[in-house]
Nanobody, 126 residues
Framework: QVQLVESGGGLVQAGGSLRLSCAASERTFSNYVMGWFRQAPGKERVFVAAINWSGGVTSYADSVKGRFTISRDKNTMYLQLNSLKPEDTAVYYC?????????????????????WGQGTQVTVSS
């Protein structure tokens, strides 16, 4: 069973940057679609970005396009967060979809993902 561990969260001023990492426990991770979701206090967990098995195809929520970049390398996935805004404050979760190697429109849906990390807090001050 794949285990995912996020790191890299923290407190940053508006306009700043962070890089989140998601380390997977198994090599099989490299065959899965992977994604990032976030959950702000009192709100639903929502899609941020997803990446296919090779890293060659990516998808982003409109709210983060042009500011965030998803990537992957071997057993680790990354999310580069630039030009951060206070509304980006949330717990960020990485997830893996073991049934897909390539992105589909459903890759934005959280229930498509079977494995989740514990989350890492990102706080952006104004």
């Amino acid at each position: 069973q794949v285990q995912l561990v996020e790191s890299g969260g923290g407190l940053v001023q508006a306009g700043g940057s962070l890089r989140l990492s998601c380390a997977a426990s198994e090599r099989t991770f490299s065959n899965y679609v992977m994604g990032w979701f976030r959950q702000a206090p009192g709100k639903e967990r929502v899609f941020v970005a997803a990446i296919n098995w090779s890293g060659g195809v990516t998808s982003y929520a409109d709210s983060v396009k042009g500011r965030f970049t998803i990537s992957r390398d071997k057993n680790t996935m990354y999310l580069q967060l630039n030009s951060l805004k206070p509304e980006d404050t949330a717990v960020y979760y990485c997830a893996a979809d073991e049934h897909k190697a390539d992105l589909t429109p459903r890759s934005t849906l959280r229930y498509e993902y079977e494995f989740w990390g514990q989350g890492t807090q990102v706080t952006v001050s104004s």
